[in-house]
């Protein structure tokens, strides 16, 4: 079991235990500032089901990147 | 809007021999990361190079790492195939690769894929293993945090009981 007492460098109110092993990869990726909880959310899932998350996180960095270019584009933009 | 899944249906249905690598690779086995493009390794070359521009051939590929972005042709006759291909198509960025430096050819790519079903069919990813030594040899900062995610991802698979 994996368990993770902070999120973001505040910690939680209660530990949250994720049942993966509690190894040094595990441990690395926490402490490189990963979210631990959405890699865990992530290895739940079918290669199909990642497959349609990253399409829609695609989209959604794909619009707010044309958004954030016409925003600077120029004073007086709408973006 | 890219549509990469869209991008590797239209391969699968044109029967190209390829094995998904990369980011995308990545994010199969389970990597939160988001990849805007699509990286293969496939044999660049004979029919299958020629399957692959069929594939390609309603999308308007063209080569996104030449300054005037020409489109994608095949080599001409008595030519060889091409070493990598960067192309930029309807659906998004996808750039093919006649091997991975680092780690071997075509063949020993194909060789530790593993095939996975997708909404479309079956799709071939480069195992977890191999796709780890690979960022490891490109070696770039957001590369090793891939990895990292990717080390987690195996011991997790690895763990008795553990998979959901």
Known sequence: MFTITSSHGIPLDEPLVLPVPDTAAWREVEALGMDVALLYHSWRLTPEERIREHSGALNLAVALRESGQKYHAGPGTVA | ??????????????????????????????????????????????????????????????????????????????????????????????????????????????????????????CRFLDCPTLIRAKEVVGRPKDFLVAAQLRAILDADSAPDSHP
């Open chain 2, 1 to 122: 809007m890219p549509d990469l899944e869209r991008l590797l249906e239209h391969l699968v249905r044109a029967e190209v021999e390829f094995v998904v690598v990369g980011g995308y690779a990545a994010m199969a086995h389970g990597s939160t990361y988001v990849t805007f493009d699509v990286d293969i390794c496939a044999p660049l070359f004979g029919p299958n190079l020629e399957r692959l521009h069929t594939a390609l051939a309603k999308l308007h590929p063209c080569h996104r790492m030449m300054p005037q972005e020409l489109p994608f042709t095949l080599p001409a006759v008595g030519e060889q195939g091409f070493k990598n291909v960067y192309l930029k198509t309807d659906l998004g960025q996808l750039d093919c690769l006649g091997d991975l430096p680092g780690i071997g050819d075509y063949a020993f790519v194909l060789a530790h894929s593993i095939a996975l079903k997708v909404s479309f069919g079956e």
